[in-house]
């Protein structure tokens, strides 16, 4: 029998303003309030509160609204100290008091490890920083727009839009401090249009400064963007089409950490806020109580960030990163900083160590420390690898939750858990968890 193909008509979503109570924060920082027992988010709500919010989308399972009116605040709401807070999407939690922040993001870590671990163990104090002037590196947009006018910013949450900034109080003050006059000598170049984005980080050499752009400058605005980096004796890279970046002026920078200064490139990933990661180190250096005695591994080791202060402390350190270039930075690294008993290895983390040389070795402490997306094809080693602890260092308390799990079932208890608020105001967690072999 031919059977003909009858679409559904798609639903119209209901754009009435809907009264809603407000009963939690997701791990996002978005509110969540349930209309007939489907979880609604929405930003900017906080718990308790009395909201009116607008359906923006309505999908079988969840729907998010946006709100339009505050009708019963929480105690804990604050007024944002940034002008641009209504639109820019860098922060997300400047409504929420401080320590409220720090108190939700703990309840959300120990939420995800009861529901996902099934582990109820108590927290270590929160690793905190200043709530302001934390970030030490910084990616700004930049574009003109139809009517000729070039915007420097952040995007828009959820939109490519650019909302201009000319002052943002998470900055570094050095770096803050320089965007009004870095806009300035942007603007008057006569390539305004080639400009891709920019990228300003604190160094131990002072202000680093990439400018990326699509097609390569004309003379004479390189010469106005080496006056404006010679005014202010910043180091200077430039990145043109699809060319490597090139730095043009000052020494190859650097950061300090645990007495050690580890180099990178701009286009490197290091922690944006300093003082939590000293904090971050120092505490997975103890969790871990590394003996002269001991053999370490350290899973994605990026440029020695972990691997180079635990060799200070270990007999041995090995360093497995899945980006080969980062392996040659953290090996530079090591002997910059005249340490040789780490070594690194590029490998693909996905698929597991067995055929490894240095997967057959036997390691009484590792550290491994993922991206967002987890640490599911190495789990399987670490969780057979007969390591007295292992430190888990987690951008996504999602993915440690679910990682955790081989731990525990290979007889690991979580004996430490931690958040770690790298990033203040946003609703972005951080956390580090021991394990130590039963």
Known sequence: MARFFNPQKKKTLDTKHKALKVERLDHHGDGVAFINKKP???????????????????????ARARLIKVTDPAEERVDPFCPHYSDCGGCNLQHLKYDSQVESKRQTLSQLMTKFAGDTTEQAPA?????????????????????????????????????????CAVLKPSINQLLPEL?????????????????????????????????????????????????????FYLHEGDQTPIRLKGDAPSYPVDALSLQFEPTDFIQVNPD???????????????????????????????????????????????????????????????????????????????????GNRHYQKILLDPARAGAAGIMPFVAQSGAEKIVYVSCNPSTL??????????????????????????????????????
Request: net charge neutral.
């Open 276 to 358: 939590i990661n000293h904090k971050m180190v120092a505490q997975a250096i103890d969790w871990l109580d590394v003996k002269e005695t001991d053999h370490v591994l350290d899973l994605f080791c990026g440029l020695g960030n972990f691997s180079l202060p635990l060799a200070r402390r270990a007999a041995s350190v090995v360093g497995i990163e899945g980006v080969e270039f980062m392996v040659q930075r953290a090996t530079e690294n090591a002997e910059r900083n005249q340490i040789d008993n780490a070594c690194f290895y590029h490998a693909n983390l996905e698929e597991g160590a067995e055929k490894t040389d240095w």
């Open 401 to 438: 939750a679910r990682d955790s799990q081989q731990l525990l079932n290979k007889g690991y208890i979580l004996a430490q858990l931690g958040m770690v608020d790298m990033f203040p105001h946003t609703g972005h967690l951080e956390s580090m968890a021991l394990f130590v072999k039963s």
């Open 183 to 235: 806009f300035q000598c942007l603007d008057a170049l006569k390539g305004r249009r080639v400009l891709g984005h920019i990228e300003l980080v604190e160094a131990e050499q002072g202000i680093v400064l990439l400018v990326r752009t699509v097609k390569p400058l004309n003379p004479s605005d390189k010469s106005a963007l080496n006056a404006f980096v010679d005014r202010h004796s910043l180091v």
């Open 40 to 62: 609604v988010f929405i930003a900017g709500a906080l718990p308790g509160e009395s909201v009116v919010a607008q359906l923006t989308e309505d999908k079988r399972q969840f």
């Open 127 to 167: 690793s905190v920083s200043s709530d302001s002037g934390y970030r030490r590196r910084t990616r700004l947009s930049v574009r003109v727009d139809k009517d000729g006018k070039l915007l420097m910013g952040f995007r828009q949450r959820n939109s490519n839009a650019i909302v201009a900034v000319s002052d």
